[in-house]
């Protein structure tokens, strides 16, 4: 049995007017939102996440959906982050979402001190304030830089 990659190659060859009839959705990057199939003649992802600046296979995360221009309030985010948006989303109220939307919407900061004030504002994570307190704990104590300030200021703020 032949994969199904090779089938349809070689069936675009063998019949190259079905091609032609289907030219607005041949060799086109397409995704799915809220069961429409959006047709663009280029792919705009580059493959770096925004949020954990991570090389891979990223995905475009709609904010808001505009008919008119389906990239724009996009970011694109690597499908761990994209979960991560999603199920924290979930867990929040309204009022946090659109707060956490809001940040979306602006793009994440590229330093990821600025990334964890950001978390620490717009979301309650336990993940992320263990993992601030082991960072602490591990640096040398009062040395001032602008890292352990940072720490001790999130930390300071969720006592």
Not at 17 to 34: G, H, V
Not at 104 to 109: A, M, N, R, V
Not at 127 to 136: G, P
């Amino acid at each position: 049995m032949q994969p199904t990659k090779e089938v349809r190659k070689r069936y675009g060859i063998n019949h190259p007017e079905k091609i032609k009839e289907n030219n607005d959705r041949t060799n086109k990057f397409a995704f799915r939102y809220k069961n429409k199939t959006i047709y663009l003649g280029y792919n705009p992802r580059k493959g770096i996440c925004q949020v954990c600046s991570k090389e891979g296979k990223t995905v475009l995360h709609h904010i808001k959906y505009d008919d008119s221009d389906p990239l724009a309030h996009t970011t694109e985010v690597c499908y761990k982050c994209h979960k991560k948006i999603h199920d924290d989303i979930h867990k929040l109220n309204q009022e946090d979402a659109e707060k956490w939307n809001e940040y979306l919407e602006k793009g994440f900061p590229k330093d990821r001190e600025s990334f964890l004030l950001l978390a620490k504002e717009s979301i309650e994570d336990k993940e992320i304030v263990e993992r601030l307190k082991k960072e602490r704990n591990e640096h040398e104590l009062d040395c001032g830089c602008d890292r352990c300030q940072l720490l001790e200021k999130i930390m300071d703020d969720k006592k």
